[in-house]
């Protein structure tokens, strides 16, 4: 069964920085890809970030140059570093996982398969 727990939300001033944490079980990060979504209250989901099983990377543009998304496939675990952070980046974050893909198959930014519960991020101005 897969599961993935996210982690390490909380409330930041603009300018600051948070990591996120997705402990994640039940798959392989061999065949899987990774990613991040945030969803804020009466808006819609958005999808920012994902990571396939050799490191490959892709970012929305509301995050390019400030999030970085990395794995640590010993600990089966997924982060998101967040930098520069905005009031506009309060959400609740989610990391999500899909596949199996074959192996060099990039990532794409989209509604994934299974999601964590969230983890909520609130930016003060």
């Known amino acids: 069964e897969v599961q993935l727990v996210e982690s390490g939300g909380g409330l930041v001033q603009a300018g600051g920085s948070l990591r996120l944490s997705c402990a994640a079980s039940?798959?392989?990060?061999?065949?899987?890809?990774l990613g991040w979504f945030r969803q804020a209250p009466g808006k819609e989901r958005e999808d920012i970030s994902c990571?396939?099983?050799?490191?490959?990377?892709l970012y929305a543009d509301s995050v390019k140059g400030r999030f970085t998304i990395s794995s640590d496939k010993a600990k089966n675990t997924v982060y998101l570093q967040m930098d520069s952070l905005k009031p506009e980046d309060t959400a609740v974050y989610y990391c999500?996982?899909?596949?199996?893909?074959?192996?060099?198959?990039?990532?794409?930014?989209?509604?994934?398969?299974?999601r964590g519960q969230g983890t909520q991020v609130t930016v003060s101005s």
């Open positions: 039940g798959f392989s990060f061999d065949d899987y890809h």
């Open positions: 990571i396939t099983e050799d490191g490959s990377t």
């Open positions: 999500a996982v899909d596949g199996p893909f074959i192996a060099g198959y990039g990532c794409s930014l989209y509604e994934y398969n299974h």
